[in-house]
């Protein structure tokens, strides 16, 4: 049982590192729904599996946001839990959109489609405050939380509106972003890890230096 506990913790702790896959898949949405409608003339077949993006990215945050922040602010807070209730709202309109066929039923009101664009909008501004908020507190590595931050308002934009290429590109940044904090942080811990070794096996070739003293 302990383990089971063990394990546990450890994937716990390391959940932080689904936000790689998350952006990645992110990232990739516009050539998923290119090759889907160039393979099976339909987009619907990657935007089956796009609920994956932002179901991931709520994990991976939780992971981060509790187990491998620093203090954190009220307004760290807000912005991981809006980012949770965007990405529930988003993966509930992408499967009453996709796998449902709500939207053809209500065709003039497309509830499944509005859900899943509030979702989305939801999901970016819960990402740009927790980002911001982040590397002000300095809960985060600056490194990391900053060009997350960015990448958030570039993702807020191109939700709210349509900008063709130059939205796709603001698209494609925020699942950079979020894969860029995920790797950050992975950084950050490796390198404390490392950092701790290198102590530890100093401090071990002084006290064996050290003449042993005897009462």
């Known amino acids: 049982m302990k383990a089971l506990r063990k394990a546990l913790r450890f994937l716990l702790e390391w ?9 990645a898949l ?11 409608d160039y393979a099976f003339q339909t987009p619907n077949v990657f935007w089956r599996l796009f609920p994956t993006a932002p179901l991931l ?7 981060v946001f509790f187990f491998a922040m620093g203090e954190k602010g ?4 807000v912005g991981f839990w809006t980012v949770v209730a965007g990405a529930v709202v988003t993966i509930a309109g992408a499967f009453g959109r996709y796998y449902f066929g709500l939207d053809d039923e209500y065709i003039m009101t497309a509830p ?4 899943m664009r509030t979702g989305l909008f939801v999901l970016a501004a819960g990402a740009v405050v927790f980002g911001a908020a982040s590397a002000r507190e300095g809960s985060l590595p ?4 900053l060009p997350f931050a960015i990448a958030a308002v570039a993702g807020l934009v191109s939700v709210v509106r349509d900008f063709g290429g130059a939205g796709a590109v ?13 790797l950050s942080l992975f950084i950050a811990k490796a390198a404390g890890y490392l950092k701790e070794r290198r102590a530890a096996k100093a401090g071990d070739s002084t ?3 050290t003449p042993a003293t005897y009462i």
């Not at 992110?26 to 889907?36: F, M, T």
């Not at 009220?74 to 807070?77: D, E, F, G, R």
């Open 74 to 77: 009220i307004a760290a807070k």
């Open 57 to 63: 990215m709520a994990l991976g945050l939780a992971g």
């Open 170 to 182: 603001m698209w494609i940044s925020f699942g950079v972003g979020w894969a860029w904090l995920g």
């Open 26 to 36: 992110w990232a990739l949405s516009p050539l998923g729904v290119y090759l889907s």
């Open 142 to 145: 600056l490194w990391g939380a």
């Open 112 to 115: 499944a489609w509005s859900a």
């Open 207 to 209: 006290s064996s230096k």
């Open 15 to 23: 959940s932080f590192l689904l936000l790689v896959p998350a952006g």
